[in-house]
């Protein structure tokens, strides 16, 4: 009799760092699966986005969940921007279930991404217009390469963005 049990999957993925606080970076396995279905990894496939959902405290960033893209979405090959009305009806729905809004997501037609002097405009636009406890915001962009090599993290705020270094937890 062959019994065959499948290993419990880690709930955390990819695992994140900055250099000079000890802040770690979670992203959990249904966020990553989320942004990967809308990776562009076809010549004439749009980019994507959304928004970033979790927890956060001084210790730990854990994204659980992304939303998004939303009908109604400024798309094309090199720019996303989301439905503003959508990602807000997202936002609250998420909050009702006590997730809090970390920051957004789009994807990028490369393979390992890097952000457009545009993401950092448009961060840095989100946040000053924004009424956040937070002053800070994550940055996620999605790449073409699978798992950590394909995405790239930042924490942007008014003064700086900083680059999460990330790893695929074990
Ligand atoms: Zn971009």
């Excluded at 969940?65 to 996303?80: F, H, K, L, Q, V």
């Excluded at 503003?84 to 009806?89: E, G, L, T, V, Y």
Aim: glycine share 6%; hydrophobic share 40%; net charge positive.
């Amino acid at each position: 009799m062959i019994c065959s049990f499948a290993k419990p999957k880690p709930e955390h993925l990819i695992i994140g760092h900055l250099t000079e606080t000890p802040q770690v970076l979670s992203i959990a396995r249904l966020a990553l699966q989320h942004v990967s279905r809308h990776r562009q990894s076809t010549p004439w496939s749009a980019e994507a986005g959304g928004q970033l959902f979790g927890t956060i405290n001084a210790a730990k960033v854990c994204v659980i969940e992304a939303s998004g893209p939303y009908a109604g979405d400024e798309r094309s090959r090199y720019r996303y921007r989301s439905n503003p009305a959508a990602a807000q009806c997202a936002i609250e729905d998420r909050h009702k279930r006590g997730l809090l809004y970390l920051g957004e997501w789009h994807t990028h037609a490369e393979d390992h991404p890097s952000a457009s002097g545009l993401d950092d405009d448009a961060m840095r636009r989100l946040i000053s217009s924004s009424q956040l406890n937070s002053n800070a915001l994550l940055m996620m962009i999605v790449g073409r390469a699978r798992s950590a090599a394909g995405l790239a993290v930042w924490s942007v705020s008014s003064e700086a963005a900083r680059q999460w270094i990330l790893s695929a937890s074990p």
